[in-house]
């Protein structure tokens, strides 16, 4: 049976419902009402050790979605929530969660991480990357709290997957725009004097962040790995390398080809380690 965090949320419904398609034995959990969930349900605060216990009795592995998602004061962020209460709620319940799934002997846990954790920052300029296109290898750089809190769950994670038998996909997704967001592309190109931070010219197919999180779930791995997760293409028609030139100018080392209007993110470890095969243009069915 696969426990599922955040299963009222965007995605944590979406995760669940493809389980339960497939006739996987689930149970969703978050800390709101969900009253048509399609399958068993615990309303619960897993910033509650107990709660925490509770909900994965007799659970073989773990889907952890739940989390305050996204910067406090993005566009789209409640004005009443803070850094705070992103850090102390994504925190504490990914700590609960993943040390009462080491106490109930789980062996497999995908982590909803995020991109984030490499860097998002509300001045576009404040970001430059060590290299281009980003991979699981670049430093952790989170300029506000929601991806500390993703690093931090990420530390929690490894420490966890070195002292047990647990392995951990960490699932660093980007963005997930609607898609009539994605019917709107491309989009005007960044430039200096109308940037665009780094991290958004990228995006994740929600159809594709789902399908990773089933991979991730019976993929063959040990220990804790991170996964990045983006199409292949950015946002723009204009070619990635014309754009990091004119944006960064000489101070991003390229690695790669880049061809084209390449994403900035690389997947090939996902495609390479789960058989991860994403959706390659904007509109595709």
């Known amino acids: 049976m696969i426990v599922v965090t955040g299963a009222a949320g965007r995605m944590g419904r979406q995760v669940l419902q493809r389980l339960v398609d497939e006739g996987t034995e689930v149970r969703g959990t978050d800390k709101v009402a969900f009253d048509d969930s399609p399958a068993p349900y615990i309303q619960a605060d897993l910033c509650d050790p107990d709660k925490a216990r509770e909900v994965l009795k007799g659970a073989d592995a773990l889907i952890h979605m739940g989390a305050i998602p996204g910067a406090a004061g993005a566009p789209g962020m409640p004005p009443a929530i803070s850094p705070t209460d992103v850090f102390e709620n994504n925190v504490q319940s990914t700590f609960n969660i993943m040390m009462a799934a080491s106490d109930e002997k789980i062996q497999r846990m995908v982590f909803s991480s995020s991109a984030l954790a490499i860097a998002w920052e509300p001045y576009p300029s404040a970001f430059v990357p060590k290299y281009l296109p980003l991979d699981e290898e670049h430093p952790l750089m989170p300029f506000d709290t929601y991806g500390l809190s993703k690093q931090i769950g990420e530390s929690i994670a490894g420490m966890i997957s070195r002292n047990s038998s647990m392995s951990v996909a960490s699932l660093r997704f980007t963005n997930t725009p609607f898609p009539e967001v994605q019917a709107e592309f491309p989009w005007p190109a960044p430039t200096p004097e109308n940037p665009m931070t780094l991290m958004t010219w990228a995006y994740a197919d929600q159809r594709d962040v789902v399908e990773m999180h089933l991979l991730a779930l019976r993929g063959e791995f040990e ?53 991860f095969k994403p959706r390659q243009h904007w509109n595709e069915p």
């Open 223 to 275: 220990g804790h790995e991170p996964f990045l997760i983006a199409q292949p293409k950015t946002r723009f028609q204009e070619p990635t390398l014309d754009l990091i030139r004119q944006n960064f100018g000489s101070q991003v080392e390229i690695r790669g080809e880049l061809q084209g209007n390449a994403s900035v993110v690389s997947t090939e470890k996902a495609q390479r380690m789960l058989g």
